[in-house]
């Protein structure tokens, strides 16, 4: 078995060292989004050609990994480059291009990646490199396929302190968590409106074909039930590929903004039965797409079009898991409106309360909310998720493990109220359907006092104050 974390060292510590080329750690990422990308369609090519007459690869075969690439002695420096870049001969440009009247669709699959990338390395040698680097994962390895997630966890983890690149990455535990109890069946739409690399897409299709899938006809309904919307072009390539990896042959994986997707215009052919994510917060949208949305709701905080945008999406009785921020579920003005449509549409029946610093090195205060369409919420069922004994945070060597959820997959079933677990009826929420009720068991709701509570708290203080400053007095005067 490769060493992953060796490979993935060794791949960043060529692109840092290229004398030219590759800016940043954004660019390092590009970079190898579209090298994954076609070394695993290839191989995955490969499988489909062993156990399929008819099949054949969409790319032409100066093009295809195999053949360029995976000779250790192969092309390299500026003849590499050439195959690479030339304007019109090269691979980024026949692949730009690419038509196939036999498999349009994994052809189109193609077309979106290569339009959407670049080729940063400007040297062959430091290419040649890292290319031989990737060859030493062989995912038609059934070993090696196994440990794909840890080897994009690496991958995301070695990169994400680069800007904002974190984004792209749901601790596993979190995303294998919401599925499972989301419990997404054989048959039903499970989508990701914003799918990033595609970890909850890959989870769903792990949690279905160990649950449900026994025969090759259970296998395509799987197939073409699965479907993503990513909006970023790194993400994306990302997301696809990992899609490819977990033997989905012609991803429903969209480059799009989910936002720009037409309101009014979902109706129940566009509505799925299952939604997980966990869509960005605190992000910029593109200039006018909250008209998009109705006028109570519109806002310019994508985390919040977000959730009208899934109630929308999902069918009568479908299922909804998504990650937000404490700042998503508190709040007045439309805040408000929109946690006022989600408890009257929807039977938010569970909370997950998760530690600051769960999507380390981000430190904010992040819930699960687990919903169902088509009854409004009567109660609300909160879990408090606490670090392990004696760790005080996440870290990037300590993450969140999913055994440590095993208490709560054992509460969730047979519900009862205790030290990390307490329900709140609708009608006792704060003003304003605030969503973001504390523990009472915790020191810190009982130390929480409305505005009323500490003025008269304060104001009894001073009454205490000023009675003993008046026996003071009459002590020293006599």
Known sequence: MPNISSIVKNVRNIMRNEDQGISGDAQRLEQLGWMLFLKILDEKDQELELIREDYSSVIPEPFQWRTWATDPEGITGDELLTFIDHPTDGLFAHLKQLQSSKAPKRAAIVR?????????????FAMRKVI?????????????????????????????????????????????????????????????????????????????????????????????????????????????????????DVPDYHYQDSLKVEYNGIGPKQQVNCILANPPFGAGIADGVE???????????????????????????????????????????????????????????????????????????????????????????????RLPAGQKSYSKTKVIQF?????????????????????????????????????????????QLTSNEAISALSESFDKAKELLTKIEKALQS
Request: aromatic fraction near 10%.
């Open 132 to 248: 031989n680097q990737l060859n030493g994962f062989d995912f038609n390895n059934s070993e090696d396929r196994h440990i794909f997630g840890t080897i994009y966890e690496s991958i995301l983890i070695e990169l994400r302190d680069a800007g904002n690149k974190g984004e792209y990455y749901t601790p596993r535990a979190i995303t294998q968590l919401m599925t499972q109890m989301t419990a997404p069946k054989l048959g039903e739409k499970v989508l990701d409106p914003a799918a990033g690399t595609g970890g909850f897409l890959s989870a769903a299709i792990d949690y279905v074909r160990e649950h449900e899938v026994h025969t090759l006809d259970d296998e395509a309904i799987l197939q073409n039930t699965i479907t993503g919307w990513e909006y970023k072009p790194v993400a994306y390539v990302l997301g696809l590929t990992n899609l490819i990896l977990h033997g989905i």
């Open 291 to 385: 008209t998009n949305f109705p006028a109570s709701f519109r806002c310019r905080e994508s985390a919040d079009l977000f959730v009208i945008l899934m109630i929308q999406l999902l069918k009568t009785n479908g299922r909804c898991a998504i990650v937000l921020p404490d700042g998503c579920i508190t709040g007045d003005g439309y805040k408000e409106r929109i946690r006022e449509k989600l408890l009257t549409d929807c039977n938010l029946h569970t909370i997950v309360r998760l530690p600051q610093s769960t999507f380390h090195p981000a430190t904010v205060s992040t819930n699960l909310l687990f919903f169902t369409k088509g009854t409004r919420t009567k109660e609300i069922w909160y879990y408090e998720h």
């Open 403 to 447: 055994d440590e959820f095993a208490p709560m997959i054992e509460w969730w079933d047979q519900r009862v109220e205790n030290d990390v677990a307490w329900k709140v009826k609708v009608e006792d929420l704060k003003d304003g359907f605030d969503l973001d009720v504390k523990n009472p068991t915790s020191v810190e709701a009982e130390q």
């Open 112 to 124: 979106e990646v290569f339009d959407g990338l670049n080729n940063y390395m400007k040297s062959g």
